[in-house]
DNA sequence: GCAAAAGTGTTCACTTTACACCCATGT
DNA sequence: ACATGGGTGTAAAGTGAACACTTTTGC
């Protein structure tokens, strides 16, 4: 190595925004801070990037070490840089956010730093850092993501019923969808694949149980096809 | 300071796609590198981000050392962190893009670092480190997003006719666009404000000229209009 | 008078929205 | 039998796309 210390260094680190959802309610994962600075207060998974790493990697490793998921859809989303934005020294942060199907991986976040919750989006405690703003961002971007990108269906089981996707939107959106309209417009879409399952043990009509046929996606993607809810 | 270089750091650079359009045909500019690595290869205008400034303040000291710009259009783009991106030693660079009007700004970069030209911007040369990705990613970056936020009217002088902003979404739509329609809807959306100026020394009919009405388009925004084309 | 771009409306197809009732199931 | 969400079609309004000619100006 050359040049290396000539003058001083921001650290570097990764910050993830992990969401899921349950039950129509959109959650992030937080993990309650065991050292200083912010010792006791919330915070976002992430820690150092290692130097033989990529940034994708760290966020990985971060989400599988403190929150203890693996195989998540991961996006780098931004980079914080405010020169005060750790009190011990300078420390530029890169940003992800990633989505996860509650259904699927556990409401308890398995992991060796088990303090970790997961909270309403927007009803979270104060944070540590700027990882408030580092949210705000995460959730702008999600919410506008939806729209234009087919992600929502990272935070579904892989067979999830037509409402549960209506759910997801309203949430994002932040507005009612019209049911008759909605289910028009995303059948005609042609990216769901119906499956012959319905939904098991509920207290009435069982819904049809359908699949994003991401393969479909890709290839209408090739011919110009471009989502849009 | 704490902990510092207890583990080995990657070092922090910022880069700057600075775009301009010249005449509807889209520019880069680009930098001649004086130094190793990739001495003689073109490179977008960078440099080490100092541990007293923040990100988006490296990125304009950097845009005005070595491409003579100052007050112009800047937006985080991505942050970079492949290991091996830079043969000396791990340096992760956050990439930003820039838009400047040529027509105000002139089209040789007045810098020390002269050997620094404007290329079109799908006409580059090869060039140093991953630079060639991040323009790649800039170019995305800037074709997405002059159709749903009014970024384009940085790329024009103040005053402007309509041909050339329709030209501009040519350029970055890359498709023909009706003249009738497009006038009827971006005159309808009700942020260009007429100048009683019209065009100078053209070889025909002399256009009306139009000012993007900035405080309008904040205004509408709140009441929930977003710009769409 | 001709070359070159400015400016201007209407029609048709399609997309989006609004809206209400019956059905299947479990308790 | 009732409560709960599942599932379905149509009409009206609005939006997007296609399209051709006259005007102004400089040479």
Redesign the interface.
Known sequence: ?????K??????TVDCVLFGLDEGDLKVLLIQRKLKPFAGKWALPGG?????????EAARRELSEEAGVRDVFLE?L??F???ERDP???V?S?AYYALVNLADHPLKAATDASDAAWFSADEVPSLAFDHAEILTAALRRLKGKVRYEPIGFELLPEKFTLSQLQHLYEVCLEEPIDKRNFRKKILGMGLLAETDEIQQDVAHRAARLYRFDAKRYEQLKKRGFSFWL
Chains 1, 2 share one sequence.
């Open positions: 190595m050359q040049n290396i210390y003058h001083p260094r921001a650290a570097l150092f990037v290692r130097v033989n790493e990529t940034l994708d780098q931004y980079t840089g405010d020169v011990r020294e300078r530029v890169v």
